[in-house]
């Protein structure tokens, strides 16, 4: 059993607004609060505060007068936000993180229920403090009682519900097909077989008209409610963007999974990657973090293998007939001749066939490969 996220969208009436409006300030106050209260106390005394510590603090600001309104919402999203103030505050300690910042009502928002603060019963999900079920647009069918909600709502106002439930993967039959693609530009991926995935690009199909009602937003007077209305706009552009992105990754992530039993990628750090300004416009709307980290979950989920090989090995410049490896190759250097075997290669399909053989020698030897034991497994994969 493994836990999954079940995602939907819900519109809520005028009460349950009013509530959940409330809970995500407060959720935030205290955040901000005790985030507060945990800085100064680890910069000037010197201390730690744990989740216990920072339970009992809020605990005590509920005490106070001035803070009443606390009071008014359930208190299980305000003992979760701290939970995950506590996560990453750890995360901070060990190095895996930046120190925890302060959260913005400009942002999106978003509360945290447990299953003591939440009723799911008939296919109807009611919330602590509210009368009535949440109006929910099932697309389809939680799998078991789910054992957390998350309700958030976003920038562009549309409200999402998602339930953490418990489900068993469905193992997907045992093929012999194995694949190594290249990520790109261009094309979001190119395979070891040949095949190109066409990019969207949808942050330039949309950029006319995003820019359009920028030009719009800038021209509002701070503060005013037509810049909230402008602002809405905009942000309903970028969700749109957002969600074109999504499905069509998910959909060729579950292509490539489906039809092939090993998988076979680079670990590129996208991080440092998209720090060139001449391309990191591009980099950020090809989302190839989200691209393999999608790949690699729903291969475990179906019993596939995805293979990562390390970020540093030559597939663009390495012929993958003869293994000569070139000293340099130029991005628009698209189609390139060997100088040792004469075998003209495409760059992004020669690339591929590298990460498949690199990624079988992987599998076969470990981590620590040899360019022979990679030579030989690319030559008996064609």
Same mark, same amino acid.
């Given at each position: 059993?493994?836990?999954?996220?079940?995602? !939907?969208? *819900?519109?809520?009436?005028?009460?349950?607004?009013?509530?959940?409006?409330?809970?995500? +300030?407060?959720?935030?106050? =205290?955040?901000?609060?005790?985030?507060?209260?945990?800085?100064?106390?680890? !910069?000037?005394?010197?201390?730690?505060?744990?989740?216990?510590?920072?339970?009992?603090?809020?605990?005590?600001?509920?005490?106070?007068?001035?803070? @009443?309104?606390?009071?008014?919402?359930?208190?299980?999203?305000?003992?979760?936000?701290?939970? @995950?103030?506590?996560?990453?505050?750890?995360?901070?300690?060990? +190095?895996?993180?930046?120190?925890?910042?302060?959260?913005?009502?400009?942002?999106?928002?978003?509360?945290?229920?447990?299953?003591?603060?939440?009723?799911?019963? /008939? +296919?109807?999900? #009611?919330?602590?403090?509210?009368?009535?079920?949440?109006?929910?647009?099932?697309?389809?069918?939680?799998?078991?009682?789910?054992?957390?909600?998350?309700?958030?709502?976003?920038?562009?106002?549309?409200?999402?519900?998602?339930?953490?439930?418990?489900?068993?993967?469905?193992?997907?039959?045992?093929?012999?097909?194995? =694949?190594?693609?290249?990520?790109?530009?261009?094309?979001?991926? =190119?395979?070891?077989?040949?095949?190109?995935?066409?990019?969207?690009?949808?942050?330039?199909?949309?950029?006319?008209?995003?820019?359009?009602?920028?030009?719009?937003?800038?021209?509002?007077?701070?503060?005013?409610?037509?810049?909230?209305?402008?602002?809405?706009?905009?942000?309903?552009?970028?969700?749109?963007?957002?969600?074109?992105?999504?499905? @069509?990754?998910?959909?060729?992530?579950?292509?490539?999974?489906?039809?092939?039993?090993?998988?076979?990628?680079?670990?590129?750090?996208?991080?440092?990657?998209?720090? /060139?300004?001449?391309?990191?416009?591009?980099?950020?709307?090809? &989302?190839? +973090?989200?691209?393999?980290?999608?790949?690699?979950?729903?291969?475990?989920?179906?019993?596939?293998?995805?293979?990562?090989?390390?970020? *540093?090995?030559? &597939?663009?410049?390495?012929?993958?007939?003869?293994?000569?490896?070139?000293?340099?190759?130029?991005?628009?250097?698209?189609?390139?001749?060997?100088?040792?075997?004469? #075998?003209?290669?495409?760059?992004?399909?020669?690339?591929?066939? %590298?990460?498949?053989?690199?990624?079988?020698?992987?599998?076969? *030897?470990?981590? %620590?490969?040899?360019?022979? &034991?990679?030579?030989?497994?690319?030559?008996?994969?064609?």
């Amino acid at each position: 059993m493994v836990k999954k996220a079940y995602k !939907y969208r *819900f519109y809520p009436d005028a009460e349950q607004a009013e509530l959940l409006a409330k809970t995500f +300030g407060c959720v935030r106050f =205290v955040y901000n609060y005790i985030l507060r209260y945990r800085t100064d106390a680890y !910069y000037q005394a010197q201390e730690k505060v744990n989740y216990i510590g920072a339970n009992a603090k809020l605990t005590e600001i509920k005490q106070i007068p001035e803070f @009443n309104f606390l009071n008014e919402v359930s208190s299980v999203p305000l003992q979760q936000c701290l939970r @995950n103030q506590q996560t990453a505050f750890k995360n901070f300690f060990e +190095g895996r993180a930046k120190h925890p910042v302060f959260k913005s009502k400009k942002h999106k928002q978003s509360a945290e229920f447990t299953y003591r603060a939440f009723s799911y019963k /008939n +296919g109807q999900l #009611t919330l602590a403090k509210c009368k009535n079920p949440l109006n929910i647009k099932w697309s389809r069918p939680l799998p078991s009682d789910p054992t957390t909600v998350t309700v958030s709502k976003d920038q562009a106002g549309r409200y999402f519900v998602s339930c953490l439930c418990e489900f068993e993967p469905t193992l997907l039959p045992v093929n012999d097909k194995k =694949v190594g693609i290249d990520v790109g530009i261009k094309d979001l991926f =190119v395979t070891s077989e040949g095949f190109k995935s066409d990019n969207p690009r949808y942050t330039a199909k949309y950029a006319a008209k995003l820019a359009k009602y920028q030009r719009r937003l800038a021209k509002k007077k701070l503060g005013s409610k037509n810049r909230q209305k402008a602002k809405r706009k905009v942000a309903r552009i970028h969700a749109k963007i957002s969600d074109c992105r999504m499905d @069509n990754l998910h959909k060729l992530s579950r292509k490539l999974i489906n039809e092939n039993q090993v998988v076979c990628a680079e670990n590129l750090s996208v991080k440092n990657m998209i720090k /060139n300004p001449k391309l990191a416009k591009h980099i950020a709307d090809a &989302s190839w +973090g989200e691209f393999t980290r999608q790949l690699e979950y729903k291969a475990n989920w179906a019993g596939r293998v995805y293979v990562e090989i390390d970020r *540093f090995f030559p &597939s663009s410049k390495r012929c993958s007939c003869c293994g000569f490896v070139s000293e340099s190759m130029p991005l628009d250097v698209r189609v390139w001749v060997c100088p040792e075997c004469e #075998t003209e290669h495409d760059r992004d399909i020669n690339a591929a066939e %590298n990460v498949k053989a690199a990624g079988l020698a992987v599998l076969a *030897f470990g981590d %620590n490969v040899s360019g022979d &034991s990679i030579s030989l497994l690319s030559s008996s994969c064609r």
